[in-house]
Structures are given as C-alpha cells and as structure tokens.
C-alpha cells in the first residue's frame, strides 16, 4: 500500500496544476472547512480520473481484441 502511494502522491501533486481542478481547490479553501473539502475534491477527482481509465483501457483492449480476432490480421 505505501508503494502505491509513493506513485500516487507525486501524480495528484502534479494534477493539482490542472485549471479545473486548480479553481476548485482554491474555492475549498474559501469555505468553511477547507481541508475535508480540498481533501474530497482531490479524492472525487482522483476517483473519476481512475474510473474512466480503467473503462478507456477496457474499451481499447476489446477494440484491439476485436481488430486481432475480427478481421484477422494476425
């Protein structure tokens, strides 16, 4: 588990140069709370970042899969 956060941690440090993101950390820390909200943002953010990976990479593996086996290249 460290391992993995040792790879995370630099990632979402360099994410948080993104604008959207960039803007609403800067609106969290306006608010009441301003660590539990740029925490949940950093975790929303980085949660929807990792969904839609994993379903790209999903959607292109059946693609190739389906080049490879459907027309048969190879």
Avoid: C, E, K
């Amino acid at each position: 588990m460290l391992q993995l956060w040792a790879v995370l941690i630099p990632i979402l440090l360099t994410d948080i140069v993104n604008p959207v993101l960039f803007a609403f950390m800067v609106y969290a820390v306006g608010t009441d709370r301003p660590v539990s909200n740029s925490i949940a943002a950093l975790l929303g953010h980085t949660a929807a970042y990792l969904t839609f990976g994993l379903v790209g990479i999903a959607l292109v593996a059946d693609a190739i899969s389906y080049i490879v086996t459907g027309v048969g290249l190879f």
